[in-house]
């Protein structure tokens, strides 16, 4: 199954909670409180890769990793990846 075509197709409802505001905001040292917007762009990138374990995506691009969960698209938390 193609993960990331799904994800794109469903981009629309990506969204967080305000708890996740503030988790993908400290865990990806972002500044603004749009981390929707960045997150987005990111799943977009044609350099991230898709993956779906259970009921989660998780997009790794660079030297980050998202979690989004896959039957509300509600973006969990991000992480940066030790390198």
Known sequence: MNYKKE???NIDK???????IGRIKKNLNL????VV????ELIKDEKSIVTKKGKNYYIII???ELT???SSFTIITAHLKKK
């Open 7 to 9: 994800l794109l197709d």
């Open 14 to 20: 990506i969204h967080t909670t305000e708890l996740g």
């Open 31 to 34: 500044e603004t409180n749009d």
């Open 37 to 40: 917007k960045i997150c987005v």
């Open 62 to 64: 660079n030297n980050k």
């Open 68 to 70: 989004v969960n896959s």
